[in-house]
């Protein structure tokens, strides 16, 4: 009998064991799942830019809809003006685009002003 009440209390104390394991790893908060933002240059800066079919229009709205791990996919075409030019970014953030020969950041120098 003595043999079976160790095993019990070993079962026991490998289930708090694992349980502190997880409350160490997750921090007691949720874990949330990375997403994905869209920007083409015929989108539109409105709503949070996770439809592909409704892509947002510029990197610098897209990045503030995102979250830290999102990735902000850049379709095929030519980035530039306000909005796509000093973007900056603040989060862990990965920017992948359709190809380097296909999306084009040009920088527009007659929007600065001096």
Known sequence: MTANKYRYLLHGS???????????????????A???RY???????????????????TIDYAVAQAAAGDTVHLAA???????NQHVVIGKA?????????????????SLIHI
């Open 93 to 109: 953030l990965t920017l992948a685009g359709a190809g380097a020969a296909t999306t084009v950041l040009q920088y527009d120098l």
């Open 14 to 32: 490998g289930l708090v064991c694992l349980v502190a394991l997880l409350a160490a790893l997750f921090g007691g908060r949720p874990v949330l």
């Open 39 to 57: 920007v083409a240059p015929g989108g539109s800066d409105t709503g949070d830019c996770s439809n592909s079919v409704t892509p947002c229009l």
């Open 77 to 83: 075409g030519t980035y530039t003006g306000p909005g």
């Open 34 to 36: 990375a997403g994905d």
